[in-house]
Protein backbone atom coordinates (compact mmCIF):
# COMPACT_ATOMS: atom_id res chain seq x y z
CA UNK A 1 0.00 0.00 0.00
CA UNK A 2 1.08 3.42 -0.61
CA UNK A 3 1.49 6.16 1.77
CA UNK A 4 -1.41 8.42 2.24
CA UNK A 5 -1.18 12.06 3.65
CA UNK A 6 -4.32 14.15 3.95
CA UNK A 7 -4.61 17.64 4.34
CA UNK A 8 -7.01 21.01 4.20
CA UNK A 9 -5.78 24.15 3.12
CA UNK A 10 -7.50 26.90 5.00
CA UNK A 11 -6.96 31.18 3.77
CA UNK A 12 -8.48 33.74 4.10
CA UNK A 13 -10.66 35.11 0.46
CA UNK A 14 -7.74 36.02 -1.92
CA UNK A 15 -4.87 35.23 0.30
CA UNK A 16 -3.69 32.93 -2.67
CA UNK A 17 -4.81 29.60 -1.28
CA UNK A 18 -6.56 28.30 -4.71
CA UNK A 19 -3.17 30.15 -6.64
CA UNK A 20 -0.60 27.44 -4.27
CA UNK A 21 -2.10 24.41 -5.56
CA UNK A 22 -2.11 25.38 -8.67
CA UNK A 23 1.33 25.94 -8.66
CA UNK A 24 1.50 22.17 -6.65
CA UNK A 25 0.05 20.92 -9.48
CA UNK A 26 2.03 22.10 -11.90
CA UNK A 27 5.48 21.50 -9.66
CA UNK A 28 4.26 17.98 -8.88
CA UNK A 29 4.22 17.11 -12.90
CA UNK A 30 0.12 16.23 -12.90
CA UNK A 31 -0.33 18.42 -16.30
CA UNK A 32 1.70 17.66 -19.08
CA UNK A 33 4.58 20.31 -20.50
CA UNK A 34 2.37 21.36 -23.37
CA UNK A 35 -1.10 21.00 -21.76
CA UNK A 36 -2.96 24.68 -21.68
CA UNK A 37 -4.46 24.77 -17.80
CA UNK A 38 -6.88 27.54 -16.80
CA UNK A 39 -5.79 29.73 -14.03
CA UNK A 40 -7.17 28.95 -10.43
CA UNK A 41 -7.71 25.91 -11.87
CA UNK A 42 -9.91 24.27 -8.62
CA UNK A 43 -11.95 27.31 -8.78
CA UNK A 44 -14.29 25.35 -11.84
CA UNK A 45 -17.51 26.53 -10.95
CA UNK A 46 -18.40 29.53 -13.36
CA UNK A 47 -19.41 32.06 -10.20
CA UNK A 48 -16.07 30.90 -8.41
CA UNK A 49 -14.42 31.87 -12.22
CA UNK A 50 -16.45 35.30 -12.43
CA UNK A 51 -15.99 36.18 -8.73
CA UNK A 52 -12.44 34.85 -7.42
CA UNK A 53 -13.79 32.99 -4.75
CA UNK A 54 -14.37 29.42 -3.52
CA UNK A 55 -17.65 28.38 -2.73
CA UNK A 56 -17.71 24.29 -3.50
CA UNK A 57 -14.86 22.57 -1.15
CA UNK A 58 -13.31 19.90 -3.71
CA UNK A 59 -10.61 17.49 -3.62
CA UNK A 60 -7.08 17.01 -5.67
CA UNK A 61 -4.49 14.60 -5.19
CA UNK A 62 -0.71 14.61 -5.96
CA UNK A 63 2.06 12.03 -6.00
CA UNK A 64 5.43 13.10 -4.33
CA UNK A 65 8.46 10.51 -4.27
CA UNK A 66 5.33 7.51 -4.42
CA UNK A 67 3.76 9.26 -1.63
CA UNK A 68 -0.11 10.24 -2.57
CA UNK A 69 -0.95 13.80 -0.80
CA UNK A 70 -4.91 14.53 -0.93
CA UNK A 71 -5.76 18.01 -0.86
CA UNK A 72 -8.79 19.39 -0.03
CA UNK A 73 -9.64 22.94 -1.35
CA UNK A 74 -11.93 24.67 1.58
CA UNK A 75 -13.70 27.73 1.19
CA UNK A 76 -12.34 30.87 2.58
CA UNK A 77 -15.94 32.77 2.74
CA UNK A 78 -18.09 31.64 6.52
CA UNK A 79 -21.46 32.10 4.13
CA UNK A 80 -19.92 28.45 2.82
CA UNK A 81 -18.83 27.25 6.52
CA UNK A 82 -21.47 24.20 5.84
CA UNK A 83 -18.92 22.84 3.51
CA UNK A 84 -15.65 23.25 5.77
CA UNK A 85 -17.44 21.63 8.85
CA UNK A 86 -17.81 18.56 7.03
CA UNK A 87 -14.26 18.17 4.77
CA UNK A 88 -12.26 19.17 7.46
CA UNK A 89 -13.17 15.21 9.00
CA UNK A 90 -11.25 13.68 5.60
CA UNK A 91 -7.69 15.36 6.68
CA UNK A 92 -5.03 14.43 9.31
CA UNK A 93 -3.54 18.24 8.60
CA UNK A 94 -3.90 21.48 7.85
CA UNK A 95 -2.17 24.66 5.93
CA UNK A 96 -2.77 27.81 6.84
CA UNK A 97 -2.49 30.34 4.28
CA UNK A 98 -2.27 34.13 5.48
CA UNK A 99 -1.19 36.90 3.58
CA UNK A 100 1.57 38.39 4.82
CA UNK A 101 0.27 41.78 4.74
CA UNK A 102 -3.15 41.29 5.78
CA UNK A 103 -2.11 38.65 8.51
CA UNK A 104 -4.81 36.86 9.52
CA UNK A 105 -8.64 37.59 8.81
CA UNK A 106 -12.09 36.72 10.36
CA UNK A 107 -12.68 33.81 7.60
CA UNK A 108 -9.78 32.28 8.37
CA UNK A 109 -10.07 32.23 12.38
CA UNK A 110 -13.46 30.73 11.73
CA UNK A 111 -12.40 27.73 9.36
CA UNK A 112 -8.82 27.40 11.69
CA UNK A 113 -11.38 27.15 14.76
CA UNK A 114 -13.17 23.82 13.72
CA UNK A 115 -9.77 22.65 12.46
CA UNK A 116 -7.85 22.91 15.97
CA UNK A 117 -11.20 21.34 17.47
CA UNK A 118 -10.64 18.12 15.55
CA UNK A 119 -7.10 18.16 16.47
CA UNK A 120 -5.25 18.92 13.23
CA UNK A 121 -1.44 19.59 12.64
CA UNK A 122 -1.25 22.93 11.22
CA UNK A 123 1.35 24.23 8.75
CA UNK A 124 1.50 28.33 8.45
CA UNK A 125 2.66 29.27 5.43
CA UNK A 126 2.84 33.28 5.15
CA UNK A 127 2.47 33.97 1.83
CA UNK A 128 3.04 36.85 -0.91
CA UNK A 129 5.99 38.02 1.21
CA UNK A 130 7.16 39.87 -1.99
CA UNK A 131 4.57 42.39 -1.43
CA UNK A 132 6.17 45.95 -0.53
CA UNK A 133 3.75 46.31 2.42
CA UNK A 134 4.50 42.80 4.06
CA UNK A 135 5.34 42.31 7.02
CA UNK A 136 5.66 38.56 7.63
CA UNK A 137 7.60 38.78 11.23
CA UNK A 138 4.22 40.77 12.97
CA UNK A 139 2.28 38.51 10.91
CA UNK A 140 3.42 35.51 12.70
CA UNK A 141 3.17 36.83 16.27
CA UNK A 142 -0.87 37.64 15.04
CA UNK A 143 -0.82 33.78 13.94
CA UNK A 144 0.44 32.65 17.47
CA UNK A 145 -1.64 35.01 19.53
CA UNK A 146 -4.72 33.85 16.98
CA UNK A 147 -3.67 29.99 17.93
CA UNK A 148 -3.83 30.88 21.71
CA UNK A 149 -6.89 32.62 21.24
CA UNK A 150 -8.97 29.38 19.72
CA UNK A 151 -7.46 27.21 22.79
CA UNK A 152 -4.99 25.54 20.74
CA UNK A 153 -3.11 22.58 22.14
CA UNK A 154 0.99 22.80 22.98
CA UNK A 155 1.61 20.14 19.50
CA UNK A 156 -0.66 22.99 17.71
CA UNK A 157 1.48 25.78 19.20
CA UNK A 158 4.37 24.44 17.84
CA UNK A 159 4.04 24.70 14.25
CA UNK A 160 6.29 24.60 11.29
CA UNK A 161 6.26 28.24 9.26
CA UNK A 162 7.29 28.75 5.82
CA UNK A 163 7.44 31.89 3.52
CA UNK A 164 5.94 31.52 0.21
CA UNK A 165 4.80 32.92 -3.23
CA UNK A 166 2.38 30.80 -4.46
CA UNK A 167 2.03 33.04 -7.89
CA UNK A 168 5.42 32.68 -8.08
CA UNK A 169 5.79 29.13 -6.88
CA UNK A 170 8.11 29.02 -4.20
CA UNK A 171 8.80 28.43 -0.55
CA UNK A 172 11.67 28.95 1.56
CA UNK A 173 12.08 28.01 5.55
CA UNK A 174 13.45 31.14 6.22
CA UNK A 175 12.99 34.62 4.49
CA UNK A 176 16.42 34.76 2.91
CA UNK A 177 16.65 30.88 2.01
CA UNK A 178 16.77 30.57 -1.80
CA UNK A 179 13.63 30.91 -3.43
CA UNK A 180 13.27 27.81 -6.27
CA UNK A 181 10.04 25.99 -5.42
CA UNK A 182 7.92 24.13 -3.24
CA UNK A 183 9.82 21.37 -2.34
CA UNK A 184 10.09 22.26 0.91
CA UNK A 185 6.17 22.48 1.65
CA UNK A 186 5.66 19.16 0.10
CA UNK A 187 8.84 17.64 2.36
CA UNK A 188 7.00 19.23 5.04
CA UNK A 189 3.43 17.51 4.78
CA UNK A 190 5.31 14.31 4.54
CA UNK A 191 7.40 14.85 8.08
CA UNK A 192 4.93 16.70 10.20
CA UNK A 193 1.47 15.64 8.68
CA UNK A 194 0.76 11.85 10.13
CA UNK A 195 -0.55 9.11 8.30
CA UNK A 196 -4.22 8.21 8.08
CA UNK A 197 -5.15 6.25 11.20
CA UNK A 198 -7.12 3.52 10.42
CA UNK A 199 -8.00 -0.08 10.75
CA UNK A 200 -7.48 -1.73 7.08
CA UNK A 201 -8.14 -5.45 8.75
CA UNK A 202 -11.74 -4.19 9.67
CA UNK A 203 -15.14 -4.14 7.81
CA UNK A 204 -15.40 -1.57 4.83
CA UNK A 205 -17.03 1.91 6.56
CA UNK A 206 -17.12 5.34 4.83
CA UNK A 207 -18.56 8.90 6.20
CA UNK A 208 -20.22 10.68 3.31
CA UNK A 209 -18.65 14.46 3.91
CA UNK A 210 -19.60 15.57 -0.17
CA UNK A 211 -22.56 15.11 -1.86
CA UNK A 212 -22.36 15.96 -5.73
CA UNK A 213 -24.75 15.47 -8.81
CA UNK A 214 -23.29 13.83 -12.30
CA UNK A 215 -25.05 13.80 -15.42
CA UNK A 216 -23.69 10.94 -16.76
CA UNK A 217 -23.37 8.66 -12.69
CA UNK A 218 -26.40 10.48 -10.88
CA UNK A 219 -25.29 11.69 -7.36
CA UNK A 220 -21.81 10.83 -7.14
CA UNK A 221 -20.74 10.56 -2.61
CA UNK A 222 -17.13 11.40 -1.36
CA UNK A 223 -15.28 10.78 1.96
CA UNK A 224 -13.09 9.11 3.38
CA UNK A 225 -12.30 5.10 4.32
CA UNK A 226 -12.30 4.85 7.70
CA UNK A 227 -11.47 1.14 7.60
CA UNK A 228 -11.11 -1.91 5.47
CA UNK A 229 -11.25 -2.07 1.48
CA UNK A 230 -13.74 -0.93 -0.81
CA UNK A 231 -14.22 -2.68 -4.16
CA UNK A 232 -15.99 -2.58 -6.82
CA UNK A 233 -19.89 -4.10 -6.92
CA UNK A 234 -19.57 -5.00 -3.52
CA UNK A 235 -22.25 -4.86 -1.51
CA UNK A 236 -23.27 -2.13 0.84
CA UNK A 237 -25.75 -0.23 3.13
CA UNK A 238 -25.72 3.24 4.24
CA UNK A 239 -26.79 3.89 7.71
CA UNK A 240 -28.30 7.77 9.21
CA UNK A 241 -26.81 9.12 12.44
CA UNK A 242 -29.52 7.11 14.16
CA UNK A 243 -28.19 3.86 13.19
CA UNK A 244 -30.81 3.37 10.69
CA UNK A 245 -30.47 1.66 7.64
CA UNK A 246 -31.28 3.87 4.66
CA UNK A 247 -30.52 1.55 1.93
CA UNK A 248 -28.90 -1.39 0.36
CA UNK A 249 -26.93 -0.89 -2.88
CA UNK A 250 -23.76 -1.99 -5.10
CA UNK A 251 -20.54 0.25 -5.55
CA UNK A 252 -20.87 0.54 -9.38
CA UNK A 253 -18.37 2.71 -9.65
CA UNK A 254 -15.28 3.83 -7.58
CA UNK A 255 -13.33 6.68 -8.09
CA UNK A 256 -10.04 8.61 -6.36
CA UNK A 257 -8.52 11.57 -7.55
CA UNK A 258 -5.43 12.39 -10.16
CA UNK A 259 -4.46 15.94 -10.14
CA UNK A 260 -8.60 17.58 -11.01
CA UNK A 261 -9.66 14.73 -12.68
CA UNK A 262 -11.56 11.28 -10.81
CA UNK A 263 -10.03 8.28 -12.28
CA UNK A 264 -12.05 4.72 -11.76
CA UNK A 265 -10.29 2.55 -9.79
CA UNK A 266 -11.17 -0.97 -8.81
CA UNK A 267 -10.21 -1.32 -5.28
CA UNK A 268 -9.57 1.32 -2.86
CA UNK A 269 -8.11 1.03 0.94
CA UNK A 270 -9.01 2.71 4.42
CA UNK A 271 -7.02 6.74 4.49
CA UNK A 272 -7.83 7.51 0.92
CA UNK A 273 -10.71 9.73 -0.15
CA UNK A 274 -13.05 8.41 -2.81
CA UNK A 275 -15.66 9.17 -4.77
CA UNK A 276 -18.54 6.31 -5.21
CA UNK A 277 -21.48 6.37 -7.40
CA UNK A 278 -25.03 3.90 -7.63
CA UNK A 279 -26.61 4.93 -4.63
CA UNK A 280 -30.04 7.04 -4.66
CA UNK A 281 -31.10 7.35 -1.15
CA UNK A 282 -27.95 7.89 1.41
CA UNK A 283 -26.58 11.17 1.74
CA UNK A 284 -24.46 13.64 3.49
CA UNK A 285 -23.58 12.59 6.83
CA UNK A 286 -24.41 9.11 6.69
CA UNK A 287 -22.01 6.04 7.10
CA UNK A 288 -21.58 3.35 3.97
CA UNK A 289 -19.68 0.22 4.94
CA UNK A 290 -20.01 -3.55 4.78
CA UNK A 291 -23.21 -5.07 4.90
CA UNK A 292 -22.18 -6.15 8.87
CA UNK A 293 -21.42 -3.28 10.40
CA UNK A 294 -24.03 -1.69 12.69
CA UNK A 295 -23.33 1.35 13.89
CA UNK A 296 -22.93 5.04 12.42
CA UNK A 297 -19.28 7.08 12.42
CA UNK A 298 -19.69 10.21 14.05
CA UNK A 299 -20.14 13.18 11.82
CA UNK A 300 -19.36 16.88 13.27
CA UNK A 301 -22.49 19.02 14.31
CA UNK A 302 -23.59 21.70 11.23
CA UNK A 303 -23.51 25.59 12.68
CA UNK A 304 -27.78 26.65 12.10
CA UNK A 305 -28.79 29.11 9.41
CA UNK A 306 -28.86 32.60 10.53
CA UNK A 307 -30.92 33.89 7.87
CA UNK A 308 -33.92 33.20 6.09
CA UNK A 309 -35.15 34.54 3.06
CA UNK A 310 -38.89 33.96 1.29
CA UNK A 311 -38.43 33.08 -2.56
CA UNK A 312 -41.68 32.72 -4.87
CA UNK A 313 -43.09 32.80 -8.34
CA UNK A 314 -42.52 35.78 -10.59
CA UNK A 315 -46.02 37.38 -10.52
CA UNK A 316 -45.10 40.97 -12.40
CA UNK A 317 -46.42 41.95 -15.45
CA UNK A 318 -43.34 41.02 -17.34
CA UNK A 319 -43.87 36.91 -15.94
CA UNK A 320 -42.62 34.61 -18.37
CA UNK A 321 -40.50 36.87 -21.19
CA UNK A 322 -37.25 35.53 -20.38
CA UNK A 323 -37.28 31.82 -18.22
CA UNK A 324 -38.45 28.73 -18.96
CA UNK A 325 -38.98 27.98 -15.15
CA UNK A 326 -41.42 29.71 -13.99
CA UNK A 327 -43.95 27.66 -11.90
CA UNK A 328 -43.78 27.03 -8.12
CA UNK A 329 -43.52 23.11 -9.04
CA UNK A 330 -40.09 23.94 -10.43
CA UNK A 331 -38.71 25.91 -8.21
CA UNK A 332 -39.67 23.64 -5.41
CA UNK A 333 -38.22 20.98 -7.22
CA UNK A 334 -34.54 22.76 -7.50
CA UNK A 335 -34.61 24.07 -3.97
CA UNK A 336 -35.28 20.74 -2.41
CA UNK A 337 -32.38 19.16 -4.67
CA UNK A 338 -29.79 22.16 -3.55
CA UNK A 339 -31.03 21.17 0.15
CA UNK A 340 -29.96 17.59 -0.27
CA UNK A 341 -26.79 18.42 -1.46
CA UNK A 342 -25.82 21.72 0.42
CA UNK A 343 -26.25 20.86 3.71
CA UNK A 344 -26.14 24.45 5.14
CA UNK A 345 -29.65 25.28 3.12
CA UNK A 346 -32.79 24.60 4.57
CA UNK A 347 -35.83 24.97 2.69
CA UNK A 348 -39.27 25.03 3.65
CA UNK A 349 -42.48 25.31 2.01
CA UNK A 350 -45.62 27.89 3.23
CA UNK A 351 -48.75 27.45 4.04
CA UNK A 352 -50.41 28.45 0.61
CA UNK A 353 -47.74 26.25 -1.35
CA UNK A 354 -46.89 28.73 -3.89
CA UNK A 355 -43.42 30.39 -1.76
CA UNK A 356 -40.29 28.63 0.02
CA UNK A 357 -38.38 30.09 3.23
CA UNK A 358 -35.13 29.25 2.42
CA UNK A 359 -32.71 29.77 5.35
CA UNK A 360 -28.57 30.41 5.24
CA UNK A 361 -25.37 31.46 6.59
CA UNK A 362 -25.67 35.00 5.01
CA UNK A 363 -26.64 37.08 2.11
CA UNK A 364 -23.27 35.71 -0.05
CA UNK A 365 -24.40 32.44 -0.12
CA UNK A 366 -28.12 32.74 -0.61
CA UNK A 367 -27.49 35.34 -3.55
CA UNK A 368 -25.08 32.36 -5.17
CA UNK A 369 -27.60 30.19 -4.87
CA UNK A 370 -30.36 32.72 -6.56
CA UNK A 371 -27.61 33.49 -9.39
CA UNK A 372 -27.16 30.14 -10.32
CA UNK A 373 -30.93 29.22 -10.71
CA UNK A 374 -31.27 32.21 -12.80
CA UNK A 375 -28.58 31.11 -14.63
CA UNK A 376 -30.76 28.00 -14.93
CA UNK A 377 -33.29 30.02 -16.97
CA UNK A 378 -35.18 30.37 -13.67
CA UNK A 379 -38.00 33.32 -12.65
CA UNK A 380 -38.18 34.10 -8.90
CA UNK A 381 -39.04 36.94 -6.73
CA UNK A 382 -36.62 37.35 -3.78
CA UNK A 383 -37.81 39.11 0.00
CA UNK A 384 -35.95 41.12 2.09
CA UNK A 385 -33.86 38.48 4.45
CA UNK A 386 -34.87 38.28 7.68
CA UNK A 387 -32.75 36.98 10.69
CA UNK A 388 -33.48 33.76 12.29
CA UNK A 389 -34.23 34.31 16.31
CA UNK A 390 -34.14 31.88 18.80
CA UNK A 391 -35.80 31.43 21.98
CA UNK A 392 -34.34 30.10 25.22
CA UNK A 393 -36.18 30.01 28.64
CA UNK A 394 -38.65 32.59 27.47
CA UNK A 395 -35.66 35.31 26.03
CA UNK A 396 -35.93 35.66 22.25
CA UNK A 397 -32.30 35.59 21.26
CA UNK A 398 -30.34 36.75 18.00
CA UNK A 399 -27.38 36.26 16.13
CA UNK A 400 -24.46 38.12 16.57
CA UNK A 401 -21.59 38.65 14.00
CA UNK A 402 -17.74 39.83 14.68
CA UNK A 403 -17.08 42.54 12.55
CA UNK A 404 -14.03 43.24 11.60
CA UNK A 405 -12.71 46.72 9.47
CA UNK A 406 -10.04 47.97 7.90
CA UNK A 407 -10.31 51.25 6.98
CA UNK A 408 -8.04 54.64 6.07
CA UNK A 409 -7.81 56.29 9.59
CA UNK A 410 -9.93 59.71 8.62
CA UNK A 411 -12.72 57.23 7.73
CA UNK A 412 -12.99 55.43 11.39
CA UNK A 413 -15.26 58.00 13.00
CA UNK A 414 -18.08 57.72 10.51
CA UNK A 415 -17.57 53.76 10.64
CA UNK A 416 -17.78 53.67 14.39
CA UNK A 417 -20.93 55.97 14.12
CA UNK A 418 -23.01 54.00 11.52
CA UNK A 419 -22.19 50.52 12.96
CA UNK A 420 -23.34 52.10 16.77
CA UNK A 421 -26.91 53.18 15.23
CA UNK A 422 -26.80 49.73 14.14
CA UNK A 423 -26.67 48.38 17.59
CA UNK A 424 -22.78 47.26 17.10
CA UNK A 425 -20.62 47.22 20.03
CA UNK A 426 -16.98 48.19 19.23
CA UNK A 427 -14.60 45.92 21.26
CA UNK A 428 -11.43 46.90 20.11
CA UNK A 429 -9.80 49.67 17.69
CA UNK A 430 -5.77 49.68 16.83
CA UNK A 431 -3.70 50.71 13.90
CA UNK A 432 -2.64 48.47 11.73
CA UNK A 433 0.04 50.46 9.94
CA UNK A 434 0.10 52.09 6.46
CA UNK A 435 -2.24 54.91 7.83
CA UNK A 436 -4.79 52.04 8.15
CA UNK A 437 -6.98 50.95 10.98
CA UNK A 438 -8.35 47.48 12.52
CA UNK A 439 -11.84 48.01 14.05
CA UNK A 440 -14.20 45.00 15.91
CA UNK A 441 -16.92 44.95 16.54
CA UNK A 442 -20.31 43.04 18.11
CA UNK A 443 -23.24 43.58 16.21
CA UNK A 444 -26.55 41.75 15.31
CA UNK A 445 -26.53 40.65 12.37
CA UNK A 446 -29.83 42.44 11.26
CA UNK A 447 -28.25 45.51 11.49
CA UNK A 448 -25.69 44.89 8.78
CA UNK A 449 -28.20 43.70 6.36
CA UNK A 450 -27.76 46.10 3.68
CA UNK A 451 -25.01 47.92 5.63
CA UNK A 452 -21.92 46.62 2.62
CA UNK A 453 -22.98 49.37 0.38
CA UNK A 454 -23.22 52.54 2.72
CA UNK A 455 -19.76 51.50 4.05
CA UNK A 456 -18.04 51.44 0.81
CA UNK A 457 -19.62 54.73 0.14
CA UNK A 458 -18.32 55.92 3.91
CA UNK A 459 -14.88 55.23 3.16
CA UNK A 460 -14.85 55.91 -0.32
CA UNK A 461 -14.55 52.21 -1.68
CA UNK A 462 -11.19 51.64 0.67
CA UNK A 463 -12.70 49.96 3.31
CA UNK A 464 -12.66 45.86 3.78
CA UNK A 465 -15.38 44.95 6.26
CA UNK A 466 -15.04 40.98 6.71
CA UNK A 467 -17.84 39.86 9.50
CA UNK A 468 -18.21 35.88 11.22
CA UNK A 469 -20.93 34.44 13.35
CA UNK A 470 -20.18 34.70 16.73
CA UNK A 471 -23.12 33.92 19.23
CA UNK A 472 -26.81 34.25 20.17
CA UNK A 473 -27.74 37.11 22.60
CA UNK A 474 -30.59 38.73 23.72
CA UNK A 475 -32.50 40.75 21.02
CA UNK A 476 -31.41 44.45 20.71
CA UNK A 477 -34.52 46.04 20.44
CA UNK A 478 -35.49 48.39 16.75
CA UNK A 479 -32.84 49.30 14.64
CA UNK A 480 -33.66 51.80 11.96
CA UNK A 481 -33.96 50.87 8.70
CA UNK A 482 -33.42 52.38 5.17
CA UNK A 483 -33.49 56.22 5.91
CA UNK A 484 -34.61 56.96 2.20
CA UNK A 485 -38.14 56.10 0.54
CA UNK A 486 -38.42 54.96 -3.31
CA UNK A 487 -39.80 56.32 -6.36
CA UNK A 488 -42.13 54.22 -8.10
CA UNK A 489 -43.95 53.66 -11.39
CA UNK A 490 -47.06 54.94 -12.18
CA UNK A 491 -47.24 52.94 -15.55
CA UNK A 492 -46.61 50.09 -17.72
CA UNK A 493 -43.90 50.97 -21.04
CA UNK A 494 -40.45 52.42 -21.67
CA UNK A 495 -38.66 54.88 -19.70
CA UNK A 496 -38.20 57.95 -21.48
CA UNK A 497 -34.90 60.32 -21.00
CA UNK A 498 -37.17 63.18 -20.59
CA UNK A 499 -39.19 61.99 -17.87
CA UNK A 500 -35.65 60.46 -16.38
CA UNK A 501 -34.14 64.15 -16.46
CA UNK A 502 -36.98 65.90 -15.18
CA UNK A 503 -36.91 63.36 -12.18
CA UNK A 504 -33.24 63.28 -11.65
CA UNK A 505 -33.52 66.05 -8.88
CA UNK A 506 -35.97 63.68 -6.82
CA UNK A 507 -33.42 61.57 -6.17
CA UNK A 508 -31.11 58.53 -7.43
CA UNK A 509 -32.23 56.47 -10.60
CA UNK A 510 -31.65 53.07 -11.14
CA UNK A 511 -33.36 52.90 -14.83
CA UNK A 512 -32.14 54.32 -18.49
CA UNK A 513 -33.85 55.48 -21.35
CA UNK A 514 -35.87 52.49 -23.32
CA UNK A 515 -35.71 49.85 -20.21
CA UNK A 516 -38.64 48.55 -19.83
CA UNK A 517 -40.85 49.31 -16.63
CA UNK A 518 -44.35 48.01 -14.65
CA UNK A 519 -47.00 50.07 -12.42
CA UNK A 520 -45.50 49.22 -8.61
CA UNK A 521 -42.02 48.93 -10.10
CA UNK A 522 -39.02 50.77 -8.23
CA UNK A 523 -37.21 52.93 -10.60
CA UNK A 524 -35.10 55.39 -8.18
CA UNK A 525 -34.13 55.87 -4.68
CA UNK A 526 -36.22 59.62 -3.12
CA UNK A 527 -33.75 62.06 -1.48
CA UNK A 528 -36.89 62.53 1.23
CA UNK A 529 -37.89 59.67 3.57
CA UNK A 530 -41.60 59.08 1.58
CA UNK A 531 -42.40 56.62 -1.12
CA UNK A 532 -43.11 59.29 -4.31
CA UNK A 533 -45.51 57.38 -7.47
CA UNK A 534 -43.80 59.38 -10.25
CA UNK A 535 -44.38 59.04 -14.06
CA UNK A 536 -41.81 57.85 -16.38
CA UNK A 537 -43.25 57.29 -18.89
CA UNK A 538 -44.17 61.49 -19.80
CA UNK A 539 -42.80 62.87 -23.22
CA UNK A 540 -41.88 66.16 -24.14
CA UNK A 541 -44.61 68.05 -25.52
CA UNK A 542 -43.62 68.77 -29.08
CA UNK A 543 -44.43 72.68 -30.32
CA UNK A 544 -43.98 74.61 -33.28
CA UNK A 545 -42.49 77.32 -31.06
CA UNK A 546 -39.00 77.51 -30.26
CA UNK A 547 -37.82 79.50 -27.31
CA UNK A 548 -33.97 79.96 -26.16
CA UNK A 549 -32.56 77.90 -23.24
CA UNK A 550 -36.24 75.65 -23.24
CA UNK A 551 -34.59 73.42 -26.06
CA UNK A 552 -31.10 72.46 -24.32
CA UNK A 553 -29.57 69.03 -25.00
CA UNK A 554 -31.04 66.72 -21.57
CA UNK A 555 -28.09 65.73 -19.58
CA UNK A 556 -28.64 62.52 -17.64
CA UNK A 557 -26.93 61.11 -14.85
CA UNK A 558 -25.64 56.98 -15.16
CA UNK A 559 -28.33 55.34 -13.01
CA UNK A 560 -27.16 53.48 -9.99
CA UNK A 561 -26.58 50.01 -10.92
CA UNK A 562 -27.09 46.90 -8.03
CA UNK A 563 -25.28 43.43 -8.31
CA UNK A 564 -28.18 40.90 -6.85
CA UNK A 565 -26.67 40.62 -3.61
CA UNK A 566 -26.95 44.81 -3.08
CA UNK A 567 -30.79 44.37 -4.42
CA UNK A 568 -31.43 41.72 -1.60
CA UNK A 569 -30.19 43.83 1.17
CA UNK A 570 -31.73 46.93 -0.31
CA UNK A 571 -35.34 46.20 -0.36
CA UNK A 572 -37.73 46.83 2.59
CA UNK A 573 -40.01 44.51 3.99
CA UNK A 574 -43.02 45.34 1.36
CA UNK A 575 -40.74 45.28 -1.54
CA UNK A 576 -39.59 42.39 -3.28
CA UNK A 577 -36.43 41.94 -6.14
CA UNK A 578 -37.69 40.13 -9.52
CA UNK A 579 -35.13 38.09 -10.79
CA UNK A 580 -34.93 36.58 -14.49
CA UNK A 581 -32.29 35.52 -16.13
CA UNK A 582 -31.75 38.61 -18.46
CA UNK A 583 -32.80 41.21 -15.59
CA UNK A 584 -33.15 42.22 -11.96
CA UNK A 585 -35.65 44.64 -10.87
CA UNK A 586 -37.23 45.80 -7.99
CA UNK A 587 -40.47 46.27 -7.54
CA UNK A 588 -43.48 46.73 -3.95
CA UNK A 589 -44.85 43.56 -2.87
CA UNK A 590 -48.26 44.85 -4.00
CA UNK A 591 -48.15 46.63 -7.26
CA UNK A 592 -51.58 48.65 -7.60
CA UNK A 593 -51.08 51.68 -5.18
CA UNK A 594 -55.30 51.07 -3.59
CA UNK A 595 -53.75 47.72 -2.78
CA UNK A 596 -50.81 49.64 -1.50
CA UNK A 597 -53.00 52.87 0.80
CA UNK A 598 -55.14 49.53 1.82
CA UNK A 599 -52.53 47.44 3.36
CA UNK A 600 -50.43 50.85 4.83
CA UNK A 601 -54.10 51.76 6.63
CA UNK A 602 -54.73 48.21 7.84
CA UNK A 603 -51.15 48.64 9.32
CA UNK A 604 -51.85 51.72 11.04
CA UNK A 605 -54.79 50.16 12.62
CA UNK A 606 -53.41 47.90 13.68
CA UNK A 607 -50.33 49.86 15.43
CA UNK A 608 -53.29 51.90 16.90
Known sequence: MKEIRNIAIIAHVDHGKTTLIDSLLQQSGTFRENQSVDERVMDSNDLEK???ITILAK???????DIRINIIDTPGHADFGGEVERVLSMADGVILLTDAAEGPMPQTKFVLSKALAQGLRPIVVINKVDRPDGRPDEVIDEVFDLFAALDANEEQLDFPILYASGRDGWCAKELDDPRENLEPLLELIVEHVHKPVVDVDAPFSMLITLLEADPYLGRILTGRITSGTAVVNMPVKAINLAGEVVENARLTKLQTFAGVERVPVDKAVAGDIISIAGMVKASVADTIGDTEITKALESTPIDPPTMAITIGVNDSPFAGQEGSKVTSRMIRERLFAESETNVAITVNEAENKDAFEVGGRGELQLGVLIETMRREGFELSVSRPRVLLKEENGQKLEPIEEVVVDVDDEHSGVVVEKISMRKGKMVDMRPSGGGKTRIVFYAPSRGLIGYQGEFLTDTKGTGVMNRLY??????????AGRRNGTLISTGQG??????????????????KPQDKVYEGMI?????????????????????NVRASGSDDAIRLTPPKIFSLEEMISYIADDELVEVTPKTLRLRKRLLDPNDRKKAMRAAQKDVG
Request: hydrophobic share 30%; net charge negative.
Open 494 to 511: EAVGYAIFNLQERGIMFV
Open 50 to 52: ERG
Open 59 to 65: CTSIKWH
Open 523 to 543: IGENSRNNDLEVNILKGKQLT
Open 470 to 479: HSHEPYKGEI
